[in-house]
């Protein structure tokens, strides 16, 4: 065991502080990564705060992380040392069931091991990316290219691959009109995921505050649903929308948008139940469907999506020791569009 230094949660209410967290010592098939940046995800003061169940404090949050490799395992063959790096939302999952066997770890039946929170096979519970080291099994390490900015490369573990594999799965591409619900982290990565893929994307965002962006980022049309003519003039438009927001809505609302055969993804997590009405979805054939982020397999092929089509994330650069006020931020929708720690200002 070797101490990292990191940001720590001890409680749902106090602010994070500087400390230490215990990785495991370099096994067989092990990579020890310097982590260099991290994202921040709403996911992470969700976890924190309790909202999504209980919580092992103390803790550190954070799985978007991107690093260097400082020491490999001896069986390791697919990273060496000095090579650029991230590792994501699992860490590990039980690779024997057919979703692990068909690379769909993220399905894992037995429940895939989180980059925080989650309890390892030694029985300790993980440790995310607010740190300044991690040692993860080389399974779960992913490949950054170099087209993609290092300091941009972090998101793409969480917010760009959750929303890339839905795109995937339901086939958006050229002929497609795609609906993104939410211009934050999440769904500035969709719209510029669904654009390079080809598809006729429109931003629905609460207002029109932020059109001028996401028509750079890709989009055709931009709808504020503020306006409560947006979902008339709109009905039955969509082939696919993916909702990013992790708040309540009416989803009926938003279901009505699709056409024949429509889906509606939830990415985002809301920590309430969201009822649907099923004639809704009677009406047109309609399908509602929820989506996580994706297997090691497709997280690669995501990354390298995004090198080939210089697609990266906006981002802010924080020091460690802004992390509370960039909470308070992520939480009054004050960022555009995605937090990154600058791990090397990080210190106890």
């Known amino acids: 065991m070797t101490s990292a230094r ?14 230490v967290v215990e990785r495991r010592a370099v096994g067989p098939k092990d990579v020890l990564i310097r982590i260099a940046w991290a994202g921040i995800c709403h996911s ?13 404090y103390p803790l550190t949050v954070g799985h978007e992380i991107a690093g260097i490799v400082a020491e490999v395992g001896p069986e390791v063959t697919a990273h060496a040392v000095g090579d650029r790096v991230g590792v994501g939302c699992m860490v590990d999952s039980c690779r024997e069931c057919p979703n692990c066997l068909s690379g769909h770890e993220q399905y894992c039946l037995r429940g895939f091991t989180d980059t925080y929170n989650g309890v390892d096979r030694e029985g300790r519970v993980t440790q995310g990316g607010y740190s300044s080291h991690i040692v993860v099994d080389e399974h779960f390490v992913l490949r950054i290219p170099d087209a993609i900015p290092f300091e941009k490369a972090a998101p793409l573990l969480c917010a760009g691959i959750t929303t890339y594999s839905p795109l995937r799965r339901w086939n958006a591409g050229p002929g497609k009109k795609v609906a993104v619900v939410g211009l934050g982290g999440l769904g500035h990565m969709a719209v510029k995921l669904a654009h390079a893929m080809g598809a006729e994307v429109t931003v629905l965002s609460q207002s029109p505050r932020k059109r001028e962006d996401g028509l750079r980022f890709g989009a055709e049309h931009y709808h504020a649903t503020s306006d ?16 990013t927001v992790s708040a309540p809505m009416d989803l009926d609302r938003y279901l009505r948008l699709l056409t024949l055969d429509g889906t509606l993804v939830n990415v ?3 920590p309430e139940p969201v009822p649907v009405t099923l004639f809704t979805l009677f009406a047109n054939r309609r399908s509602f469907a929820g989506s996580t982020i994706g297997g ?4 690669q092929e995501m990354l390298d999506f995004c090198a080939e089509h210089g697609i990266a994330p ?3 650069v924080v020091r460690a020791d802004e992390v509370n006020d960039a909470w308070q931020r992520v939480l009054d929708s004050d960022v555009r569009y995605r937090f990154v720690i600058d791990i090397a200002t990080l210190s106890t």
């Open 6 to 19: 990191a940001y720590t949660a001890t409680s749902a209410t106090d602010p994070l502080a500087p400390g």
């Open 44 to 56: 992470d003061i969700h976890t924190v705060r309790g909202d999504w169940g209980p919580v092992s």
């Open 228 to 243: 409560p003519t947006t979902f008339e003039r709109l009905a039955n438009s969509f082939d696919l929308i993916i909702n």
């Open 268 to 270: 985002g997590a809301p």
């Open 296 to 299: 090691i397999a497709e997280t």
């Open 314 to 316: 906006e981002v802010e």
